[in-house]
């Protein structure tokens, strides 16, 4: 009875307000269990460097997320992410746009449907709410809308994952609205508490003037300080001008 009052009140309070292993970006097949709740707290901050026309241009940004994952049965969980974001602009050291607030929210059903002998697989439709504000670069101004399928493969002490996504991106924003997602995540647990990762992808890219779509490649730990308690860090690079150039990622979790 307390976990539904909890998981009620953490809806309602994020409503108000407002994925592997953290620090991956490609998702697991792995659920909560029935009534077990899991929660989130990453973040990330990304450098950016371009130059165009003789014109440096720097991009800075900070993401701070709460996901909250709930498990339905011992194979299903609905998950609710959101973000908060900082981010600045300059050309030529100047100041060109600067903006901070909530960003998009996301909600999400993961369902494990198979699973046998270390090999599981996964789906997970998903939609996002337009709580940012377009104008500022802090949303879509549309529900988006994605599914993706996931794999597992377990060969003790190694697991690996595998994600095909198709996202319906709606956007007032002047963005392709159909894009997919291809990565590829591994782990091994190299000793009692302490797991190494590694993670490379690739996505369409929104961006409709541009047919180079962006890749990266990522790498970091994940440590249990206790059973229910653990903290990550992990540095993403990207593999061409349309990623990002160097992200830093950290995060904390904890499971009811």
Same mark, same amino acid.
């Given at each position: ?51 165009? +026309? ?37 050309? +030529? ?7 901070? @607030? ?13 699973? =046998? ?14 709580? @940012? ?37 709606? +956007? ?19 000793? =009692? ?7 490379v992808g690739i996505e369409k890219n929104s961006d ?25 860090? @992990? ?15 950290? @995060? ?5």
């Amino acid at each position: 009875m307390f976990k539904k009052v909890f998981v009620i009140f953490f809806l309602f309070f994020l409503s108000k307000i407002a994925y592997g292993a953290h620090p991956l970006i490609t998702d697991d097949t792995g659920t909560q269990g029935t009534n077990k709740i899991q929660i989130e707290i990453n973040s990330e901050y990304s450098i950016d460097n371009e130059k165009e +026309n003789r014109v440096s241009i720097k991009e800075k940004s900070v993401e701070v997320a709460t996901i909250l994952s709930y498990g339905i049965s011992d194979n299903a969980d609905i998950i609710l992410g959101i973000p908060y974001q900082w981010f600045r602009i300059e050309e +030529n050291d100047l100041t060109v746009e600067k903006e901070e @607030g909530l960003t998009d929210i996301s909600l999400e059903l993961k369902w494990r449907f198979f699973q =046998k002998d270390g090999l599981s697989f996964a789906l997970k439709p998903g939609i996002t709410l337009p709580i @940012g504000d377009e104008d500022k670069g802090l949303g879509t101004g549309k529900v988006t809308y994605k599914l993706f399928f996931i794999t597992t493969k377990e060969i003790e002490p190694w697991a690996f994952h595998l994600n095909l996504g198709y996202i319906k991106n709606e +956007n007032k924003v002047n963005e392709r609205k159909d894009l997919w997602h291809i990565s590829l995540a591994s782990e091994v647990e190299v000793t =009692k508490g302490l797991k190494a990762v590694a993670n490379v992808g690739i996505e369409k890219n929104s961006d409709e003037t541009s047919n180079t779509h962006p890749a990266f490649i990522l790498g970091g730990l994940i440590y249990s300080i206790i059973e229910n308690i653990d903290v990550d860090f @992990g540095i993403k690079a990207g593999l061409n001008k349309q990623e990002k150039d160097l992200t830093f990622l950290a @995060g904390i979790l904890f499971r009811f």
